[in-house]
């Protein structure tokens, strides 16, 4: 799992991040991210909280060709989830929600799921969409 210690590394990154960001921020609906600003989403099973157009993500790195991208805000009392590699499970520190990949509730007291974002990875570039 991921503790509050490398969260904050990753947030350190962000300048770097949003130096890397293609395309105009305030008219995009598309975003596109190297990997090689994200040092942890090189790797599958990898991820890392990013702050993007004024919202904190979470990005994992679930498969060569895949990377999840969701709201990790727990919709119960609102906490910040983590990623439990072993389990390929989003977990709630706070009260024990687990949600699958997909942002699905698997165990409560959550009731709603995680908003997801469509994201695509190719030639080292992570491609999201911000459109709820």
């Known amino acids: 799992m991921t503790n509050r210690r490398d969260c904050l590394k990753a947030l350190a990154a962000v300048p770097a991040l949003v130096a890397g960001l293609t395309g105009s921020l305030a008219a995009a609906k598309k975003i596109s991210i190297s990997l090689d600003l994200v040092?942890?989403?090189?790797?599958?099973?990898?991820?890392?909280?990013?702050?993007?157009k004024e919202r904190e993500l979470l990005f994992i790195r679930d498969s060569e060709e895949t990377v999840k991208?969701?709201?990790?805000?727990?919709?119960h009392k609102k906490c910040t989830v983590e990623y439990d590699s072993g389990s390929r499970t989003l977990v709630c520190p706070c009260h024990g929600s687990q949600y699958a990949l997909s942002g699905k509730v698997l165990k409560?007291?959550?009731?709603?799921?995680?908003?997801?974002y469509e994201a695509t990875l190719a030639d080292g570039r992570i491609t999201i969409s911000l459109e709820d």
């Open 39 to 52: 040092e942890r989403l090189k790797t599958v099973g990898g991820s890392a909280y990013l702050k993007v």
């Open 69 to 75: 991208v969701l709201d990790p805000l727990c919709t």
């Open 108 to 116: 409560g007291p959550s009731k709603a799921d995680l908003t997801s």
